[in-house]
T-cell receptor
Framework: KQEVTQIPAALSVPEGENLVLNCSFTDSAIYNLQWFRQDPGKGLTSLLLIQSSQREQTSGRLNASLDKSSGRSTLYIAASQPGDSATYLCAVIKNSGAGSYQLTFGKGTKLSVIP | DTGVSQNPRHKITKRGQNVTFRCDPISEHNRLYWYRQTLGQGPEFLTYFQNEAQLEKSRLLSDRFSAERPKGSFSTLEIQRTEQGDSAMYLC????????????FGPGTRLTVT
């Protein structure tokens, strides 16, 4: 069974700092890995999708890397802002064998950026 | 492209009542997923539709749960005889093309069973 772990569970940083969020997964036979942002009481916003053949993806101040063989991904946020405060979720996509490409999520890292 | 929409956004019901949620995926997205998220946890997969066919159901989906996607467009998730343990955020996602494509989520329906 695929398990996804995110460390740390919570992180508080001063505005302007660069930071790294970590994600690990137990089964390396994945298709893709997706990073999401979730604001309190809200749905999920997709940030980046990394295909299994890729090593990284970038969008603005965000950079996500994937090391499939070691079962790890990192999300790097540059020059953090108070508006980045949210819970960040990592999810892996695998063919379940029954037709679906369901996401398996970690529990998330709750980020607080202090002005 | 208006995004995935879900209704209602919030639902409070008494234990034992039936509730139904609706999800409207992004138009032309043939794949539709339902997930459930409890407090402090990541979302967990419930069920999957490809067009109108329900191809997979999680063990989390007890007999009290039923989902439909009658014309391959919107989907409904019904919970019969609700229990307090059903209280959660119910999230819908859709995608198109290859199965491993990016999934786009709706805002969710927050269910509270009293």
């Amino acid at each position: 069974k695929q398990e996804v772990t995110q460390i740390p569970a919570a992180l508080s940083v001063p505005e302007g700092e660069n930071l790294v969020l970590n994600c690990s997964f137990t089964d390396s036979a994945i298709y893709n890995l997706q990073w999401f942002r979730q604001d309190p009481g809200k749905g999920l916003t997709s940030l980046l999708l990394i295909q299994s053949s890729q090593r990284e993806q970038t969008s603005g101040r965000l950079n996500a890397s994937l090391d499939k063989s070691s079962g790890r991904s990192t999300l790097y946020i540059a020059a953090s802002q108070p508006g980045d405060s949210a819970t960040y979720l990592c999810a892996v996509i695998k063919n379940s064998g029954a037709g679906s490409y369901q996401l398996t999520f970690g529990k998330g890292t709750k980020l607080s950026v202090i002005p | 492209d208006t995004g995935v929409s879900q209704n209602p956004r919030h639902k409070i019901t008494k234990r034992g009542q039936n509730v139904t949620f609706r999800c409207d995926p992004i138009s032309e997205h043939n794949r539709l997923y339902w997930y459930r998220q409890t407090l402090g946890q990541g979302p967990e997969f419930l069920t999957y539709f490809q067009n109108e066919a329900q191809l997979e159901k999680s063990r989390l989906l007890s007999d009290r749960f039923s989902a439909e996607r009658p014309k391959g467009s919107f989907s409904t998730l019904e919970i019969q005889r609700t229990e307090q343990g059903d209280s959660a955020m119910y999230l819908c996602a859709s995608s198109k093309g290859q199965g491993e494509s990016e999934q786009y989520f709706g805002p969710g329906t927050r269910l509270t069973v009293t």
